[in-house]
């Protein structure tokens, strides 16, 4: 099956460099709305959808495959493959942070910076380290999301979202949520609330910013910090925002953040 069709794979803009997107849970590409157009202008730009979200081929969904973050990282590094003609620029949303990670540590030589927004490598507070749920609200929320997940969608959606200036995202979000395949994503779920991928932190040698609001319920500041102390070369960048979204509810300073930390590394 052709990559472009599997992802629904759009590109535009024009540049020596592309710089990819891939959205978050329950979202699809037209997530970065605001922040793609702003960067066509000096790179090529990626966006697609992660299969079984958006318009990717639903048909194309193998739940073996994707039991696991890898196999969509396996699917970043193919499409990464088909449309870049070197080192890429790839922004991750949420999971997505974490499946971009993977993708660079399988081939660091094919990525030249990770942009990551509201990433956490474990929602689970194990120890010392503060995820921001304990396992039993994570089984409890997903006990919930298999026994109502419309229900999940629109209770959850604009407690993710925040942004309570803007109710227009928390209905946008929730829409979203309640477009995808229910049983995908009741799948995917699984997959990314019981993740754990702290242990590949310090393996990380891709310059990576980890682009955090100040007030977010999935992925709070003490997720921010621990990554970046244990990520070697990375920026932690606080954003004034409530939410799990800022390149939805914050997109300027979520630009802003980026630029400054690809004007960094000269990209």
Same mark, same amino acid.
């Given at each position: 099956?052709s990559?472009?069709?599997?992802?629904?794979?759009?590109a535009?803009?024009?540049?020596?460099?592309?710089?990819?997107f891939?959205?978050?849970?329950?979202c699809?590409?037209?997530?970065?709305?605001?922040?793609?157009?702003?960067?066509?202008?000096?790179?090529?730009?990626v966006?697609?959808d992660?299969?079984?979200?958006?318009?990717?081929d639903?048909s194309?969904?193998d739940y073996?495959k994707y039991?696991?973050?890898?196999?969509?990282?396996t699917?970043?590094?193919?499409?990464?493959?088909?449309?870049?003609?070197?080192?890429v620029?790839?922004?991750?949303?949420s999971?997505?942070?974490?499946?971009g990670?993977?993708?660079?540590?399988?081939?660091?030589?094919k990525?030249?910076?990770?942009v990551?927004?509201?990433p956490?490598?474990?929602?689970?507070n194990d120890?010392?380290?503060?995820g921001?749920?304990?396992?039993?609200d994570?089984d409890?929320?997903?006990?919930?999301?298999?026994?109502?997940?419309?229900?999940w969608?629109?209770t959850m @959606?604009?407690a993710?979202?925040?942004?309570?200036?803007?109710?227009?995202?928390?209905?946008?979000?929730?829409?979203?949520f309640?477009?995808?395949?229910?049983?995908i994503?009741?799948h995917f779920a699984?997959?990314?609330?019981l993740?754990?991928?702290?242990?590949?932190?310090?393996?990380v040698?891709?310059?990576t910013?980890?682009?955090?609001?100040?007030?977010?319920?999935? @992925?709070?500041?003490?997720?921010?910090e621990?990554?970046?102390?244990n990520?070697?070369?990375?920026?932690?960048?606080?954003?004034?925002?409530?939410?799990?979204?800022?390149?939805?509810? @914050?997109?300027?300073?979520?630009?802003?953040?980026?630029e400054a930390?690809?004007?960094g590394?000269?990209?």
């Open positions: 099956m990559v472009r069709i599997r992802n629904n794979v759009q535009s803009g024009d540049g020596p460099l592309t710089m990819v891939a959205h978050g849970f329950g699809d590409q037209s997530m970065w709305r605001y922040v793609a157009p702003r960067f066509q202008d000096r790179y090529q730009t966006l697609f992660l299969v079984g979200s958006g318009r990717s639903l194309a969904y073996d039991g696991s973050l890898h196999g969509y990282a699917d970043v590094l193919e499409i990464v493959d088909e449309l870049a003609s070197g080192p620029i790839y922004m991750g949303h999971v997505s942070a974490m499946i990670m993977l993708a660079a540590l399988e081939a660091p030589d990525f030249a910076a990770n990551m927004v509201g956490s490598p474990s929602f689970i120890g010392d380290y503060v921001g749920f304990s396992r039993s994570i409890g929320l997903l006990e919930t999301l298999e026994s109502n997940y419309l229900g969608s629109s @959606a604009p993710i979202m925040g942004a309570p200036e803007q109710p227009e995202l928390s209905d946008e979000l929730t829409n979203s309640c477009r995808t395949n229910p049983d994503a009741k699984r997959v990314t609330f993740a754990d991928h702290r242990a590949e932190l310090s393996r040698t891709t310059p910013l980890i682009l955090q609001s100040n007030e977010d319920l999935l @992925a709070p500041l003490s997720v921010g621990y990554m970046h102390r990520i070697p070369q990375s920026v932690l960048s606080i954003v004034e925002n409530v939410g799990h979204c800022p390149h939805l509810s @914050a997109p300027g300073a979520s630009i802003d953040a980026t930390f690809l004007r590394l000269s990209l």
